[in-house]
């Protein structure tokens, strides 16, 4: 069996024209190379020198030799500078998958501050549902998908979920409607308009779940899929929504929405998580983004 410093002792020998010199170059002694000569010969079953005194010379077989390992010798240099790089982030691609709703609220901020820090990374970010950005994960299309908790979900074996933070769930109405405003009670909803979240985003689960265990019955719903799409909705005043309050934050300060004091409302909290495949890990990239995600996330989410 040949290895890849026995070739690397015969080019440098090649190079320096002489074993000793070599072997100075390569910081061993001249015995190791002359030893890693012999196995190379003793492989191949050929002679690659002609020693004349003190001079060598390459045999025709050691010429075609010295032609295949450098060659070899080249593409392993390459390769090796190429782990270098990905290490220090200076090449390599990221690809994200995200809901609507951590791709507009998480995302942009997260992607300024990596990209600023590591320019030379190519970023893809898929977006879709929950089911279909969890099916893209389990197929390797994505390396990290961050997506809102659905209380359907389970759980699978083979993923890592690791939480980035929480989102208050919160009951808004357009500002200029005072029809929904001082409610004492989560009761008081029973008798108006809900635009509430169809299957598929994730915050319909978390709605079912407070009318069931409230019991909890409303006088007509309208459902829509995009969280943007019940804003629009329920800033026009077509109804009240549960929805995420950093998907409205601008809208409450900017009153064109009002989050409502319900006194024995609760506090529904949405867990955030980055999910990625245990077996295969994250990339250097990746783990950055995460940590970048963690870090900001703490000033974004409650």
């Given amino acids: 069996m040949i290895t890849f410093y026995q070739l690397k002792s015969f080019c440098q020998v090649v190079s320096e024209g002489s074993f000793k010199a070599a072997a100075d170059k390569l910081y061993i002694s001249q015995p190791s190379i002359s030893q890693h000569i012999a196995n190379l010969e003793s492989y191949f079953e050929v002679q690659l020198f002609v020693r004349r005194g003190r001079k060598i010379q390459l045999t025709p077989e050691g010429r075609y030799l010295y032609a295949s390992a450098s060659e070899i010798l080249e593409n392993v240099e390459k390769i090796t500078e190429r782990f270098r790089d ?6 390599g691609k990221l690809v994200i998958g995200s809901s609507s709703f951590t791709g507009t ?3 942009p901020k997260a992607l300024e501050l990596f990209r600023s820090q590591f320019p030379m990374i190519e970023i893809s970010i898929l977006t879709g549902s929950y089911e279909k950005i969890f099916q893209h994960l389990k197929n390797d299309e994505i390396e990290l998908a961050i997506l809102g908790k659905d209380l359907n ?9 690791r939480t980035i933070g929480f989102d208050k769930l919160v009951f808004v109405s357009s500002e200029h409607s005072s029809t929904y405003s001082n409610l004492a009670s989560l009761n008081e909803l029973h008798d108006k308009t809900i635009i509430a979240f169809a299957e598929g985003n994730p915050i319909s689960t978390y709605f079912k ?14 459902m829509v899929e995009d969280i943007e799409i019940a804003k629009n909705l329920t800033r026009q005043g077509l109804g009240i ?15 064109r929405l009002s989050i409502l004091q319900i006194n024995d409302s609760e506090n529904l909290r949405w867990e955030i998580r980055a999910i ?20 900001m996330a703490g000033s974004i989410l409650d």
């Fill in 86 to 91: 990905i290490r220090n982030l200076r090449s």
């Fill in 105 to 107: 609220y998480l995302l």
């Fill in 153 to 161: 979900s389970s759980e699978e074996h083979d993923f890592i979920y």
């Fill in 209 to 222: 779940d407070l009318k069931l265990r409230r019991k909890l019955n409303f006088k007509e719903q309208i």
């Fill in 241 to 255: 929504c549960l929805t995420s309050r950093l998907s409205v934050s601008e809208d409450v300060k900017n009153h």
């Fill in 276 to 295: 990625y495949h245990k077996t295969r890990g994250l990339s250097y990239a990746g783990w950055e983004m995460l940590k970048i995600l963690q870090k």
